[in-house]
């Protein structure tokens, strides 16, 4: 073994120490729970070295060890490497089905699926130990006062959490803290006098819900889509950082939450001056939760510093101010990603052990959260992921982008209003995250035909995927409010069309305003990395 090979080698153990060891893990606790439950460390050995074995199969279908591993370590294929410990010409004759299949199967183990999974876990954790009602519950008590107030309250205690946990979990949880309110209001002034309070704390609650997830990529399953569809349609672009995202979309989720509480307070449906809210319903909500106990204390302090090491994993640009990532003090930053950090951080719930008497489970975290994990959205996002993969490796984005190749010229900013409008309207009917999985790899294509930087074209379509208001099926969020039977379709159209509307020009306005400064898109320039796109290069 020449040196090269051997310092490729120690590179290539690193990564599996960490990635590989954290995938066991789940990988045994699923096994552990096929099992009666028992957890075992001997399961997760052996998950590992599956894992080991089935990365063997992989390398020795490539003939040019040197450069794939390079590639692979590039684009941060967690599980390449180590095949040279082996070597058997034997194990040659059917390494390229198997790695075919394995090649296949690693759009599923792509590290964005093990960030949303990892957020996943420490959202179902706080749900666990009601540490998202007591945030809520806190946010209402600290901004409510008036009608109008109490829906803000309502409002930016679901986006908050909604950034983080599922927004249908969110809604499930606000709306009946919300219609205890209404049924006490109604009970005093009567159902007339109090409806157009209840449609707007009903509707400001879906909304927000949506809107939430906009601000972080774990936010929506429609932002993790697009971070991984880029990262495998330009391979030699930066993957999209958590920290950058943020900075964006903070921005677009704060203005139309503003705009949003505008339009249903005080256009669509503005609360009569004479009807007050008995504030004592939230009070009594809170005060029934207690004091925080160690196992929420442990949850709030882990969900902090994910947040934290999230955001600040990178360096963030701020103008003249940069802001260094602490992933740059460590030895080869390159192998620490969102993705790592959401699984080393859930993983310290696994280990915390719980002190309530009330608790079920011997951690605060335990192996029945795999049962609660959306599989359903991680075959989706896999499915997707291979879709995009499909259209690079066969040519089909270089097909694509040929046959639009007379767009370039158009304005981009034309095109973000047309992309944003078709969007948003098209997710009314449509899941947003099938829907953003199908367009992306196309706009790309589109996008590259313009000579445009593909950032303009793809951020605001995954955008407006979660800008649906008007109808009950367009969101979960606004299915679940729907179904409180307080509000009529007509009164979710009414304002829901306008707001629709109005959002479209918001997203493409500050997109072209804040998203071309947080990315650094140079309108006048067509970016390197984009040139490479399918099998060759434009």
């Known amino acids: 073994m020449n040196s090269s090979k051997a310092t490729k080698l120690l590179r290539i153990i690193r990564i599996h120490i960490v990635a590989g060891g954290s995938l066991a893990f789940l990988l045994g606790a699923l096994l552990a729970i096929a099992n009666g439950g028992t957890f075992n460390p001997a399961i997760v050995i052996s998950a590992y070295v599956v894992l080991l074995l089935g990365d063997l199969s992989t390398h020795y279908s490539n003939d040019y060890f040197d450069v794939e591993v390079d590639k692979l370590i590039e684009e941060k294929k967690f599980f390449a490497g180590s095949a040279i410990l082996v070597d058997h010409p ?8 198997i790695a075919v299949l394995l090649l296949a199967g690693a759009q599923i183990l792509a590290i964005t699926i093990f960030l949303f999974l990892g957020g996943f876990m420490i959202a179902l954790t706080m749900e666990k130990w009601n540490l998202h009602k007591r945030i809520a519950l806190w946010i209402i008590r600290i901004i409510g006062g008036g009608p109008s107030m109490i829906v803000l309250g309502f409002m930016v205690a679901a986006a908050f959490l909604s950034m983080w946990i599922s927004n249908t979990a969110t809604a499930i949880m ?43 990529l774990v936010g ?53 001056g004479h009807l007050k809210v008995d504030r004592s319903i939230v009070e009594k909500e809170y005060k029934e939760l ?43 930053p390159d192998l620490i990603d969102d993705g790592t950090v959401a699984l080393a951080m859930s993983l310290i719930l696994f280990l915390i052990p719980t002190r309530s008497e009330e608790a079920e ?29 499909g259209f690079q490796v066969t040519g089909l984005s270089t097909l694509i982008g040929t046959k639009f190749s007379g767009l370039a010229g158009v304005s981009p900013f034309l095109m973000i209003i047309a992309i944003c409008f078709s969007l948003t309207f098209l997710t009314e009917l449509t899941s ?22 593909p950032l303009m074209l793809m951020i605001p379509a995954t955008l407006s995927a979660s800008c649906a208001f008007m109808m009950p099926v367009a969101t979960p969020p606004n299915a679940i409010v729907f179904g409180s039977g307080r509000i009529k379709i007509a009164e979710m159209a009414k304002a829901g069309v306008f707001i629709n509307i109005i959002g479209v020009l918001v ?28 099998t060759g290069t434009h």
């Open 290 to 332: 207690g004091s925080m106990s160690f196992e929420e204390k442990s949850v709030f302090t882990v969900f902090i510093l994910t947040a934290f090491l999230w955001v600040f994993r990178k360096k963030l640009k701020l103008g003249a101010l940069t802001i260094p990532g602490w992933s740059q003090l460590i030895p080869y």
């Open 361 to 389: 489970t011997a951690t605060i975290m335990s192996a029945d959260v795999i049962l609660n994990l959306p599989w359903n959205i991680v075959l989706l996002f896999g499915g997707g992921f291979a879709m995009a993969k």
């Open 90 to 97: 034997d194990l040659r004759s059917a390494s390229k089905t």
């Open 507 to 534: 997203v493409a306005v500050l997109f072209y305003l804040v998203g071309t400064f947080v990315f650094s898109i140079d309108l006048n320039v067509f970016p390197e990395w984009a040139k490479f796109i399918g």
């Open 220 to 272: 929506t399953p429609p932002n993790l889509s697009f971070a991984r569809i880029f990262e495998i349609t330009f391979p030699k672009a930066k993957p999209i950082a958590f920290g950058q995202w943020f900075l964006m979309g903070i921005v677009i989720s704060v203005a139309m939450l503003v705009i949003i509480w505008l339009l249903i307070t005080k256009v669509f449906y503005r609360v009569p």
């Open 174 to 216: 606000m709306v009946p803290i919300g219609l205890a309110i209404v049924i006490q209001m109604e009970e005093e002034f009567g159902k007339e006098e109090t409806h157009k309070f209840t449609v707007s704390l009903m509707l400001g609650i879906a909304y927000a819900c949506s809107m939430g997830g906009v601000a972080t």
């Open 432 to 453: 947003n995250t099938a829907t953003t999985e199908m367009i992306l790899p196309i706009l790309a294509s589109v996008a590259v035909a313009m000579q445009t930087n």
